[in-house]
């Protein structure tokens, strides 16, 4: 293989990471399937049904509003680099990181309308 095409694949691999990382995820750690709505932008709007543990990555490119199970009444804002999961029926903040699996702590919930800042952590 050449080191041109090889270059050429380092970009490619480069630009699909950098992509990935300004995009939110949200992970169900629910007992039960969660449906959520996701709008983004003024018209576009999908629906996920998120079975326990899912993972749904790549969403909220630009930032978007997650409704829960068809509720009108709690809308959460999400950015892009926003790690959320779902737990008893409400969206926490997880942060800006990876998704992780179910942690074993509390989470910080996310009021509606907004996210929620995040939990200090303890120094290691």
Known sequence: MSSRLVSIWGA????????????????????????????????TT????LKPAQVLDNVCMKGCIIRLNGSEDDEYEVEGTDVVSIEEGFLYYDGPDEPQAPASGPATPIPPGGLAPPTPQPKQ
């Open 46 to 49: 999908t629906e996920h049904t």
């Open 12 to 43: 490619a691999a480069l630009l699909t990471s950098s992509i990935a990382a300004d995009a939110a995820s949200i992970t169900n750690r629910d007992d039960q399937e969660q449906k959520i709505t996701i709008t983004e932008g003024e018209a």
